[in-house]
Each structure stands twice: as C-alpha cells, then as structure tokens.
C-alpha cells in the first residue's frame, strides 16, 4: 500500500471543497485504517498545527517539530490498526506524538532550545511599547522550557492545547484525579520558575 505524501507543515493542505470539520476524527481515522487514504489528507489539515504548538512548546525547536508532526502522521498511518474507534481520537493521536518527542530526544540528547526566535524576528518591528509584553512572554517561554519533562508536558496539553482531563488521562495512562494534582504542581512550579526569572532580570 503506497505511504502518501504529506505535505510541509508550512504549507498547509489545500482542502477544496471540502469541509474538514464535517466529518468526526475517528471516522477519518477508520476510513484510513480501511484504505482510503485521502482521509489521512483531512486530518493533517485539521490537525498539523496544534500537533506543532504541542511540540515547539515542548522542544522549542521549530524545524525539529515540523519534522515531528510529519512524523506522527506516519506513524498514524503506520500503526492504524491500533486506532480503537471508542476511544477519543485526539488522545490516541497525542499518544502517537508523546512517542515520538521521546523517541526524538533519545536519539539526539541534545539540551532544548530555550525561547522562540522567530517571535522575537517577528517582534522586532513593532512599536516600543510592546517591550514588557514580549519580556513577559520570553520570560513565561523559558520558564517553561525549564521545568521537567512531565510537568512541560501536562501543562502543554491541558493549558496550551485545551485538552479535557480525561483526555489527557487517557494519554498519561493515569486517573484523572492524578492529572489534576500533576497540572496544579505544575502550574505552582512554572509560577516559581516565572518569579525567579522575573527575579533576576530586575
């Protein structure tokens, strides 16, 4: 069965006519786990970007994440036969892309960029008074970089890209009760971190 080829996460696909939010996930996802493909087509369009945020905030690598989310997609096509239409597409697909941000780092073992260049290009322009914001925000970026891989990770998912709980216990394999005690650490630790950047860059 040939693999299709999915198209740069930059240049997103051209959808036509047709309506990606028509048709459920999981539907998409059994059509191509019966061979029609296209389908893998219509979740990239839907989906591309919030797997890019989910793994620029993890890694705040842009070009490795771009390579990541191609990366998902194939593995979705790869391991289709795993996708169980009663379970939420979103936390099997968040699970597919947890393995590969693990498996990435293991092959790199490389310390995570801090920051996000391209922002701070795209920041340059603007007017002055906008400084604070982006020294707010650049402070906010490497706090988070600077937590442990599980607490960067649960509050990815469930502030950044707005998972239920019980989503995100399906993905961690945890109770949801473990989820919400693990995103309060979280947050209380990312506040810490924030406070003693803040701390010393006054």
Known sequence: MPIPILPP?????????????ETPDGALMEEVQQGRLASLATLFEKHHRPLFHFFHRLNGNQALSED?????????????????PERPFTAWMYQIARNAQTDSLRKRKFEVALG???IEHRDADRPDEKLSQR?????LR?????????K????VLSRFQN????EIASILGCEVGTVKVRVY???????????QLAGEKA
Do not use: H, S
């Not at 996460?9 to 939010?21: K, L, M």
């Not at 490497?142 to 599980?150: G, H, I, S, V, W």
């Not at 998972?163 to 019980?166: F, H, I």
């Not at 650490?185 to 406070?195: I, K, N, P, S, T």
């Open 152 to 155: 960067r990770e649960v509050l």
């Open 9 to 21: 996460v930059t240049f997103p696909v051209v959808a036509g006519n047709i309506n990606v939010n």
């Open 135 to 139: 020294q707010e925000a650049g402070l």
């Open 68 to 84: 990541l989310v191609q990366e998902v997609f194939f593995r979705m096509l790869k391991y289709r036969g795993t996708f169980q």
């Open 142 to 150: 490497k706090a988070l970089q600077r937590l442990p891989e599980e």
């Open 163 to 166: 998972l239920k709980y019980e």
């Open 116 to 118: 996000d260049e391209d």
């Open 185 to 195: 650490r979280a947050v209380r630790a990312l506040a810490q971190e924030y406070r």
